[in-house]
């Protein structure tokens, strides 16, 4: 069996029988524009109320003649065969209320403003299409944004024709709050973008919002799926490398973003760490032992700086694990390379109320998003 959908518009539907089932079936089938013909010796008064033909008499073959199709609603079960064998000698489509003979098998239909399907268990076990056919219908605002999202693209040329069958197919890996996004991103004609190393939710999720971005992990599994999709748009792109400095992981966020620009690491100049180290207290910055060795010039005007993977001894005010995100190397080589140093132990960067504000603005000011500097 094949499901297909039938255009039902200016096409002669008979229906035969005179009951609730044959009423339901008569307006579905005006909806659709058919031209519809009731054939019962009696019918109900919902169908004497519809401007139909009604031929008050019992079946005949000869009602289905120059018929397009014919749906049977009758509990007579050896007529409704008749009817069945009637209808395969003329050439005429055939479902059946009662009998699984007829050429064509009725379905649960779920239709929302963006969604026509049908559904069946091929009779194993009816009621279930009541419940998928409710978890279907959820999808309709999912949908409704793929559709805009297709639109567009096509009505603009935003994605090379040679692309545009795996855009499409792999469009559904995002969520539909990412699509609502790309859609704005679409219509603006620029979109922003934040690349993460580590998975952080909260930390993710808020610099996004603030900076009203979409934000992307290295630590996903669709991660390059999804990057190759959205460089795949005509769009002007502003992407920020959410890492600390030049080194191999903002190397390799370049070259996966090419021929698009990236911008510089976070703490490419002094700008942010003249405003949070000023004050001449005796620090200690930990870093990672393959930090750029401009990043490691810049902090030593501010306090000491080591490497995680090296000794480390003596007494600080402060110690600062010099990393975004609280990750692997925090947990597993950063706090056992302070265990015999004493001092205060700052929080992460990211988990620092103060260093949050600050690169929230400075991110907000290379996205164009405010002309305050800082």
Known sequence: MMPWLINFKDKTVVIVGGGAVASRKALQFLKEGAKVKIIASRIDR????????????????????????????????????????????????????????????????????????GISTKGQYPAFTKKLAYELEQYDDYLSALSNIRRLVLLNNLVNKHDRKQFFKQLMYFEKTELDMLLMFILEKEGRLLIFTAQCMNVIDYFAEQVSAMSLCLKEIDFQDKLKILMMLKIKWQIQPMVISYGKIYDKISKMCSPKEVAAPLFNSEILLEQLYSNKVKRLFIIHPRSNSKLFDILSRYGSVCAFNTKIIGEYEQIIPFVLLPGYHYQNDILKAIENVKGQLTPVLLEDKQVVALLTKEISRRFGLEKVAI
């Open 46 to 117: 919902k169908l004497e109320a519809l401007e139909v033909e009604k031929y008050l008499t019992d079946y005949q073959p000869k009602y289905l003649q120059n018929a397009f199709f014919v749906y049977i609603a009758t509990d007579d079960r050896e007529l409704n065969n008749q009817i069945i064998r009637d209808a395969d000698e003329l050439g005429v489509l055939c479902a059946c209320a009662t009998s699984s003979m007829a050429s064509l098998k009725a379905m649960k239909v779920v239709e929302t403003e963006n969604l026509l399907l």
